[in-house]
C-alpha cells in the first residue's frame, strides 16, 4: 500500500466510525447552516448562471422561436415542480403526529433548528434506498423511499433527512430548477448556441456534485455524529446488509488511486457526467470538514499579558477560552505569526486585529477574502461593545470588557 493509501486508510479505519474523539456527539449552531456551504459551489454556479443567461439571450437573438422554446422550458419545470406536493399527497404517506409518529419528532426537531421554511415530507414505496428533496417556493416537499426507512437507524436517517433539508435551506431546489431547466439534450439549438448549451450541462453537473457536499454537511449537523452521516452514505451506494462488509481500508486505498498519477485525472474524467460525486470522494470532504470544525478553537502566542480590561472569548462548542488584550494590536488569522491563531480554513491569514485607541477597542478588517462580522454585521471598522460577537470565517469569538 503506498504512504497516500496508508494515510488514507488510517484517516478512515480509525476515525470514521468512532475510534477517536471525531465521533463524539457534537451540538451544532444550526442558525448559522448556510456558513457551512462547501467552497466549490460558488464557483460552479456562478459559471452555470453566466452560461444559462449567453445561451437565453443567443438564442433570442438568433431566433425568436428557439428564445421562446427555452423560455417555455423553464416555466414548464416551475409549472410542474409546483405540483410535486401534490402528487405526494396521493401517491405518499406524509409524515405527521399521527401517522409514521416515530418518525414525527425527528422530523420536526430538524425543521425548528434549520429554521426551515414549509417543509412536508413524505414516504413512498420503493425497494431503492434513496431519498429527494423538490420545491420552487413554498410548501417544499422531501420524499423518503420505504427502502431507506428501514434501512437506517434514527441517527443515520437524521443525516438523510437533514441532508435533504441542507438541499432546500440552500437554495439548491430552486436552482437546480432554473439551471436545469434547460438540458442541451432535449433543445435543438443553432450552432454555436449547441456547443455553450452543452458546456452549461458539463457545468451544471459540476455544481451539482458541489451541492451534494454541501448537503453532506447539512447531514452531519442534524445528527451531530459523522460516523452516522457516513455510514448512511455507505449503505446508501451498497445496502444495508452487504455494509456490514465494507472495509475502510479497502475504501481508502480506492481513494489513494484516485489521487496518484494518470488515475486521478481519469477519476476527474469519469466524474464530468455524474450528478453525484464519488462515494470516497464525498467521505473525503465528510472528514476534512469535521477535521475543519474540530481545530477552529484558536490558538493564542505566547507572552500575552493576562490581567487586563478586554478579552476575546471562544465561542466554540465546549470552550470558554480567553484571549487577553493587552496594550498593543491584537492580530487574528490563521498566519502562524498572528497573536490569536484561528484553525479555520475559511479565515485569512491576516483576518482583523483589535486595536485601544484610548477611548474604547476598535475592530479592523484587514483585507480578509470572507470578511469581518459584528454581531452578524459585516464591518471595515467598528467600535466594539462589550459582549459583541465576532464572526471570521466559521469561528466566533465574544468581545468581552470590563470598562465598556
Known amino acids: 500500500m503506498s504512504d497516500r493509501a496508508a494515510e488514507l486508510s488510517t484517516h478512515f479505519a480509525l476515525r470514521a466510525f468512532g475510534k477517536v474523539g471525531s465521533d463524539r456527539p457534537r451540538v451544532f449552531d444550526a442558525r448559522r447552516l448556510t456558513t457551512y456551504r462547501h467552497p466549490r459551489e460558488a464557483p460552479a454556479l456562478t459559471l452555470a448562471l453566466a452560461v444559462v443567461a449567453i445561451t437565453v439571450v443567443g438564442a433570442w437573438m438568433l431566433s425568436w422561436a428557439a428564445g421562446l422554446a427555452i423560455v417555455s422550458l423553464f416555466v414548464l419545470t416551475a409549472l410542474l415542480t409546483r405540483l410535486s406536493a401534490a402528487q405526494q399527497l396521493a401517491r405518499a404517506a406524509e409524515i405527521t403526529s399521527t401517522q409514521f409518529a416515530h418518525l414525527f419528532p425527528l422530523v420536526a426537531d430538524l425543521r425548528e433548528r434549520f429554521a426551515m421554511p414549509e417543509t412536508r415530507v413524505f414516504v413512498t414505496q420503493s425497494p431503492l434506498i434513496n431519498a429527494v428533496a423538490a420545491g420552487f417556493q413554498e410548501p417544499y416537499v422531501i420524499v423518503l423511499n420505504s427502502a431507506l426507512v428501514e434501512a437506517l437507524d434514527e441517527e443515520e436517517l437524521k443525516s438523510v433527512i437533514g441532508h435533504e433539508m441542507g438541499h432546500i435551506k440552500f437554495g439548491h431546489t430552486r436552482l437546480g430548477l432554473l439551471l436545469g431547466g434547460l438540458d442541451a439534450r432535449g433543445v435543438v439549438l443553432p450552432f454555436p448556441l449547441n456547443v455553450v ?193 465576532i464572526r471570521a470565517g466559521v469561528t466566533e469569538l465574544e468581545f468581552q470588557c470590563n470598562n465598556s
Open 197 to 389: 448549451a452543452s458546456v452549461r450541462d458539463l457545468i451544471f453537473l459540476w455544481w451539482q456534485r458541489s451541492t451534494e457536499m454541501t448537503a453532506d454537511r447539512a447531514g452531519i449537523i442534524a445528527c451531530g455524529r459523522p460516523s452516522k452521516a457516513i455510514a448512511a452514505q455507505v449503505k446508501v451506494s451498497v445496502g444495508p446488509t452487504l455494509f456490514q462488509h465494507v472495509n475502510l481500508a479497502d475504501l481508502a486505498s480506492q481513494a489513494a488511486v484516485l489521487h496518484r498519477g494518470v488515475a486521478r485525472w481519469e477519476g476527474f474524467a469519469s466524474q464530468l457526467s455524474a450528478s453525484h460525486p464519488f462515494l470516497v470522494n464525498r467521505i473525503e470532504a465528510m472528514l476534512d470538514f469535521v477535521s475543519t470544525l474540530e481545530t477552529q478553537e484558536p490558538e493564542q502566542a505566547p507572552g500575552r499579558v493576562q490581567h487586563v480590561a478586554a478579552r476575546l472569548v471562544a465561542r466554540a462548542p465546549n470552550s470558554r477560552r480567553e484571549y487577553p488584550i493587552d496594550s498593543h494590536a491584537l492580530l487574528v488569522g490563521r498566519s502562524p505569526s498572528a497573536d490569536v491563531r484561528l484553525q479555520d480554513r475559511a479565515a485569512s491569514r491576516r483576518h482583523f486585529e483589535v486595536r485601544s485607541d484610548g477611548a474604547g477597542y476598535v475592530i479592523s478588517d484587514l483585507g480578509s477574502s470572507n470578511g469581518t462580522f459584528v454581531n452578524g454585521v459585516q464591518v471595515e471598522s467598528a467600535r466594539l461593545q462589550d459582549r459583541d460577537v
